[in-house]
Protein backbone atom coordinates (compact mmCIF):
# COMPACT_ATOMS: atom_id res chain seq x y z
CA UNK A 1 0.00 0.00 0.00
CA UNK A 2 1.17 3.82 -1.06
CA UNK A 3 1.05 6.05 1.81
CA UNK A 4 2.45 9.66 1.04
CA UNK A 5 3.95 11.44 3.62
CA UNK A 6 6.36 14.84 3.78
CA UNK A 7 9.79 16.38 5.29
CA UNK A 8 8.74 18.01 8.57
CA UNK A 9 10.79 20.25 11.16
CA UNK A 10 11.42 18.73 14.64
CA UNK A 11 9.62 19.91 17.47
CA UNK A 12 6.06 21.33 15.52
CA UNK A 13 4.49 18.01 16.39
CA UNK A 14 0.96 20.08 18.07
CA UNK A 15 0.48 22.02 15.17
CA UNK A 16 0.89 19.30 13.04
CA UNK A 17 -1.90 17.38 15.32
CA UNK A 18 -4.23 19.71 15.56
CA UNK A 19 -4.02 20.32 11.27
CA UNK A 20 -4.90 16.84 11.24
CA UNK A 21 -1.34 15.48 10.40
CA UNK A 22 0.52 12.93 12.03
CA UNK A 23 4.35 13.55 13.18
CA UNK A 24 6.52 10.70 12.72
CA UNK A 25 9.93 9.25 11.82
CA UNK A 26 11.20 6.97 9.38
CA UNK A 27 14.44 5.61 10.69
CA UNK A 28 17.10 2.59 10.35
CA UNK A 29 20.56 1.91 11.33
CA UNK A 30 21.50 5.04 8.85
CA UNK A 31 18.25 6.65 8.54
CA UNK A 32 16.65 9.04 10.50
CA UNK A 33 14.04 11.24 8.38
CA UNK A 34 11.07 13.51 10.47
CA UNK A 35 7.95 13.18 8.48
CA UNK A 36 4.28 14.02 8.78
CA UNK A 37 1.40 12.56 7.19
CA UNK A 38 -2.26 12.66 6.57
CA UNK A 39 -4.02 11.12 9.85
CA UNK A 40 -6.86 9.72 7.97
CA UNK A 41 -4.79 8.36 5.27
CA UNK A 42 -2.52 6.40 7.87
CA UNK A 43 -5.25 4.91 9.61
CA UNK A 44 -6.61 4.01 6.38
CA UNK A 45 -3.49 2.00 5.65
CA UNK A 46 -2.78 0.77 9.55
CA UNK A 47 -5.97 -0.67 9.63
CA UNK A 48 -4.84 -2.65 6.18
CA UNK A 49 -1.33 -3.49 6.90
CA UNK A 50 -0.99 -3.63 10.63
CA UNK A 51 2.28 -4.21 11.73
CA UNK A 52 3.50 -7.43 9.96
CA UNK A 53 3.06 -5.92 6.13
CA UNK A 54 5.40 -3.63 3.84
CA UNK A 55 4.06 0.23 3.39
CA UNK A 56 5.22 2.20 0.41
CA UNK A 57 6.23 5.35 2.00
CA UNK A 58 6.55 8.58 -0.60
CA UNK A 59 8.24 11.43 1.08
CA UNK A 60 8.61 14.39 -1.22
CA UNK A 61 8.30 11.74 -3.97
CA UNK A 62 11.72 10.03 -2.30
CA UNK A 63 10.33 6.02 -2.00
CA UNK A 64 10.52 4.28 1.00
CA UNK A 65 9.64 0.85 1.94
CA UNK A 66 8.42 0.98 5.67
CA UNK A 67 7.03 -1.28 8.62
CA UNK A 68 4.87 0.56 11.59
CA UNK A 69 7.00 -0.46 14.56
CA UNK A 70 5.41 1.85 17.23
CA UNK A 71 2.47 4.21 17.41
CA UNK A 72 1.72 6.54 20.28
CA UNK A 73 -1.71 6.86 21.18
CA UNK A 74 -3.36 10.03 23.05
CA UNK A 75 -5.46 7.85 25.44
CA UNK A 76 -8.00 9.96 25.74
CA UNK A 77 -8.89 10.83 22.78
CA UNK A 78 -7.97 7.09 21.38
CA UNK A 79 -5.73 8.44 18.36
CA UNK A 80 -2.53 8.38 16.95
CA UNK A 81 -0.14 11.28 17.89
CA UNK A 82 3.31 9.75 16.86
CA UNK A 83 4.30 7.00 14.65
CA UNK A 84 7.45 4.79 13.96
CA UNK A 85 8.71 3.40 10.30
CA UNK A 86 11.33 1.55 10.47
CA UNK A 87 12.78 1.38 6.31
CA UNK A 88 13.99 -2.15 5.38
CA UNK A 89 16.63 -2.86 2.83
CA UNK A 90 15.91 -5.73 0.39
CA UNK A 91 18.48 -7.86 1.45
CA UNK A 92 18.05 -7.35 5.05
CA UNK A 93 15.96 -9.93 7.50
CA UNK A 94 13.72 -8.13 9.67
CA UNK A 95 11.27 -9.19 12.43
CA UNK A 96 7.77 -9.44 12.29
CA UNK A 97 4.83 -10.72 14.11
CA UNK A 98 2.64 -12.12 11.61
CA UNK A 99 -1.19 -12.64 13.45
CA UNK A 100 -3.40 -15.71 14.12
CA UNK A 101 -7.01 -15.51 12.47
CA UNK A 102 -9.26 -18.08 14.71
CA UNK A 103 -11.57 -19.43 12.22
CA UNK A 104 -14.67 -21.75 12.92
CA UNK A 105 -16.92 -22.39 16.39
CA UNK A 106 -15.17 -25.34 18.35
CA UNK A 107 -17.24 -28.34 19.09
CA UNK A 108 -16.18 -28.16 22.43
CA UNK A 109 -17.52 -24.13 23.24
CA UNK A 110 -20.85 -25.60 21.85
CA UNK A 111 -20.53 -28.26 24.57
CA UNK A 112 -20.32 -25.69 27.39
CA UNK A 113 -16.51 -25.71 27.19
CA UNK A 114 -14.23 -22.65 27.56
CA UNK A 115 -12.03 -20.84 25.02
CA UNK A 116 -8.65 -20.17 26.19
CA UNK A 117 -6.77 -17.90 23.52
CA UNK A 118 -3.02 -17.71 24.50
CA UNK A 119 -1.47 -16.36 21.24
CA UNK A 120 -2.71 -14.05 18.32
CA UNK A 121 0.53 -14.01 16.30
CA UNK A 122 4.25 -15.27 15.50
CA UNK A 123 7.00 -13.81 15.17
CA UNK A 124 9.13 -14.92 12.73
CA UNK A 125 12.66 -13.22 10.89
CA UNK A 126 12.65 -12.93 6.97
CA UNK A 127 13.64 -11.12 3.79
CA UNK A 128 11.17 -8.67 3.09
CA UNK A 129 10.22 -9.74 -0.18
CA UNK A 130 9.32 -13.55 1.89
CA UNK A 131 7.16 -11.42 4.75
CA UNK A 132 3.38 -12.70 4.42
CA UNK A 133 0.78 -10.47 2.95
CA UNK A 134 -1.69 -11.72 4.95
CA UNK A 135 -2.80 -13.35 8.61
CA UNK A 136 -2.58 -17.30 9.13
CA UNK A 137 -5.94 -18.89 9.33
CA UNK A 138 -6.03 -21.18 12.77
CA UNK A 139 -9.50 -23.26 12.38
CA UNK A 140 -10.53 -24.31 15.39
CA UNK A 141 -14.05 -25.84 14.53
CA UNK A 142 -12.72 -29.41 15.45
CA UNK A 143 -11.74 -28.67 18.63
CA UNK A 144 -13.04 -30.97 21.55
CA UNK A 145 -12.64 -29.89 25.16
CA UNK A 146 -9.74 -30.48 26.74
CA UNK A 147 -8.19 -30.02 23.22
CA UNK A 148 -5.47 -27.45 21.98
CA UNK A 149 -3.29 -25.52 19.10
CA UNK A 150 0.22 -24.92 19.26
CA UNK A 151 2.40 -23.06 17.04
CA UNK A 152 3.75 -26.25 15.67
CA UNK A 153 0.15 -26.84 14.25
CA UNK A 154 0.00 -23.13 12.38
CA UNK A 155 3.87 -22.95 11.03
CA UNK A 156 3.52 -24.84 8.37
CA UNK A 157 1.38 -22.03 6.40
CA UNK A 158 4.80 -19.57 6.80
CA UNK A 159 6.97 -19.24 3.77
CA UNK A 160 10.20 -21.79 4.22
CA UNK A 161 12.44 -19.18 4.15
CA UNK A 162 10.83 -17.69 7.87
CA UNK A 163 12.81 -18.00 11.08
CA UNK A 164 10.39 -18.85 13.63
CA UNK A 165 11.37 -17.06 16.71
CA UNK A 166 8.96 -18.38 19.36
CA UNK A 167 8.76 -22.24 20.69
CA UNK A 168 6.75 -24.51 18.56
CA UNK A 169 4.91 -26.26 21.47
CA UNK A 170 3.68 -22.76 22.69
CA UNK A 171 0.07 -23.42 23.15
CA UNK A 172 -1.97 -20.69 21.06
CA UNK A 173 -5.62 -22.00 21.81
CA UNK A 174 -7.40 -24.50 24.26
CA UNK A 175 -10.71 -25.40 25.16
CA UNK A 176 -11.07 -25.60 28.54
CA UNK A 177 -13.96 -27.88 30.70
CA UNK A 178 -17.07 -25.99 31.87
CA UNK A 179 -16.86 -24.12 35.06
CA UNK A 180 -18.09 -25.61 37.93
CA UNK A 181 -20.03 -23.16 40.57
CA UNK A 182 -19.29 -24.08 43.70
CA UNK A 183 -21.99 -24.52 46.05
CA UNK A 184 -22.87 -21.34 48.32
CA UNK A 185 -22.30 -22.33 52.22
CA UNK A 186 -25.41 -21.98 54.56
CA UNK A 187 -24.76 -18.48 56.14
CA UNK A 188 -25.73 -18.90 59.80
CA UNK A 189 -27.97 -16.32 61.27
CA UNK A 190 -28.43 -15.13 64.85
CA UNK A 191 -32.32 -15.55 65.97
CA UNK A 192 -33.85 -11.51 65.73
CA UNK A 193 -35.13 -10.68 68.88
CA UNK A 194 -39.00 -10.58 68.50
CA UNK A 195 -40.40 -6.83 68.11
CA UNK A 196 -42.67 -5.74 71.00
CA UNK A 197 -45.62 -3.81 69.57
CA UNK A 198 -48.45 -2.17 71.74
CA UNK A 199 -48.53 -0.90 75.34
CA UNK A 200 -45.27 0.45 77.47
CA UNK A 201 -44.09 -2.48 79.53
CA UNK A 202 -40.89 -3.72 81.06
CA UNK A 203 -38.22 -5.88 79.42
CA UNK A 204 -36.49 -9.31 80.26
CA UNK A 205 -34.48 -8.73 82.97
CA UNK A 206 -37.14 -6.07 84.86
CA UNK A 207 -35.14 -2.70 83.09
CA UNK A 208 -38.30 -0.19 81.78
CA UNK A 209 -38.42 0.34 78.10
CA UNK A 210 -39.03 3.93 77.41
CA UNK A 211 -41.82 5.20 75.54
CA UNK A 212 -44.68 7.51 75.05
CA UNK A 213 -48.20 5.33 74.29
CA UNK A 214 -50.69 7.38 72.34
Do not use: C, W
Request: glycine share 8%; charged share 30%; net charge negative.
Amino acid sequence: MRVSAQKRTPGNATDLIKAGRLPGVVYNKETNIPVSLELREFDKAFRSQGTSNVINLDIDGDEHDVLVRAVQMDKRRRQPIHIDFFAITANQPVEVAVPLEFVGSAAGAKEGGQTDVQRREVRIRVLPRFIPSQHLEVDISELAIGDSLHLSDVIGQLPSQAEVLDSPEETIIAILPPRVEEPAEPVETEAAEPEVIGEEGESEGGDEVEGDAE
